[in-house]
């Protein structure tokens, strides 16, 4: 079985910096496009940031600048660096990865387990 096990997250004061981590585990033949998502209080879920297997980022329009995606392909691990938080930026987090088990297998979509992150003004 695949497994995305995502690090704890935590309470910061606004302004503070937080990073998450997403260590993919178990049978893979590749790990393609990381992912995170957030649900915040009041939204839809929405993508924070992705990063392909080529390390091509894609931001969503209210972290650009604050956020970073990152990824270790020897580690099969994604980060988010999150710099310059804000109150609006609490809420739940979830890596997301797409993964391809076998050479010629579709490509399969997992989550982590979510963490919450909280930022106090």
């Known amino acids: 079985q695949v497994q995305l096990v995502e690090s704890e997250g935590g309470l910061v004061q606004a302004g503070g910096s937080l990073r998450l981590s997403c260590v993919v585990s178990?049978?893979?033949?590749?790990?393609?496009?990381m992912d995170w998502f957030r649900q915040t209080q009041g939204k839809q879920r929405e993508l924070v940031a992705a990063i392909t297997s080529g390390g091509n980022t894609n931001y969503g329009e209210s972290v650009k600048g604050r956020f970073t995606i990152s990824r270790d392909n020897a580690k099969n691990t994604t980060y988010l660096q999150m710099n310059k938080l804000r109150p609006e930026d609490t809420g739940i987090y979830y890596c997301n990865a797409r993964i391809a088990k076998n050479y010629n297998s579709r490509i399969e979509l997992h989550w982590g387990q979510g963490t919450q992150v909280t930022v106090s003004s």
């Open positions: 178990g049978h893979i033949f590749s790990v393609n496009a």
